[in-house]
């Protein structure tokens, strides 16, 4: 029977897979193995959020594994990598759904309609999103090339002519002492990419280059996700809606973010006393 998805049901899994991965992996590793282990549908595997930026599964994954650091069975040491603590290497099912309860019923009250999301970060990406989706195509390719530059890549060229066979551009990215092109593909989609894109990409690359990025606006299935890694084919990286909207915002392309100080404000009693008698 397919398991429910849901923040608390996918806790368990979570810590499953941690532990298969060797108590740490990140975030792309531990939903491999989650799908891997539990009966998903098809159609759940490609049900995406309200804003296209992910699949059902990713987000209630990502709150997952945000429930597990609450009760300090995971850590999150760095960016999109997280690792068992010593309690999450000894946690049981029944420890696991119990402290979640007790966490729950100290720290929250869910409003009418379900738990809240986190606003700030929706809220800035759904807007992203909706802006990309709203480009013209030749837009789109011109924002991949910028967005390819500052991340590193040289001689970064949009093709996208008659002829092309579905390539939209190339860039060289060098690693150490070797140099090596990378064509990539733009799709702006409002739902999830099928092996089916990754493999016609694939081909499109056939005798011109060995390795491809694909990047979209939407979500990427299970099947394309193993599609691009598959054994014996020329692999192919991919960008989906909601690392697009990190990769903007990590270079600071078409995002603008304003740092706050946060006072914390305290009352010395003891100050006060000079004044007395």
């Not at 590793?29 to 539990?38: M, P, Q």
């Not at 995406?48 to 699949?55: A, D, E, H, Y």
């Not at 999103?129 to 390819?148: G, V």
């Not at 006060?272 to 008698?277: A, N, P, V």
């Amino acid at each position: 029977m397919p398991i429910k998805i849901s923040d608390s049901a996918l806790m368990w899994p979570t810590v499953l897979a941690l532990r298969e991965l060797g108590g740490s992996g990140n975030i792309a590793e531990i939903e491999a193995r989650v799908l891997k282990h539990n009966e998903f549908t098809e159609a759940q595997q490609a049900e995406l959020m309200p804003n296209g930026s992910s699949t059902r599964i990713a987000y209630y994954l990502a709150w997952a594994r945000t429930n597990l650091k609450r009760i300090a069975a995971v850590e999150n040491p760095a960016p999109a990598v997280w690792a068992l603590t010593e309690l999450g290497t000894t946690l049981t099912e029944a420890k696991c759904n119990q402290l979640q309860q007790e966490w729950k019923t100290n720290h929250t009250k869910a409003p009418p309609g379900g738990k809240p999301k986190p606003p700030d970060e929706e809220k800035w990406k759904t807007s992203l999103l909706e802006r990309l989706k709203a480009m013209s195509p030749k837009a789109f390719e011109r924002l991949a090339q910028r967005l390819l530059r500052e991340a590193g890549f040289r001689n970064v060229e949009v093709l996208g002519q008659a002829g092309d066979g579905g390539i939209d551009g190339v860039g060289v990215y060098r690693l150490s002492l070797v140099s090596f092109p990378i064509y990539f593909q733009c799709k702006r989609y409002q739902g999830s990419v099928s092996s089916g894109a990754v493999r016609d990409f694939r081909g499109a690359m056939a005798g011109r280059g060995e390795k491809g990025l694909l990047i979209t606006t939407g979500a990427f299935t299970a099947s394309a996700r193993s599609e691009a890694t598959r054994d014996g084919a020329a692999p192919v990286e991919l960008v989906s809606g909601e690392a697009l909207c990190d990769l903007l915002k990590e270079h600071r392309i078409g995002i603008r973010i304003t740092e706050r100080i946060v006072e914390d404000i305290e009352v010395d009693p003891a100050f006060f006393d000079q004044f007395e008698g």
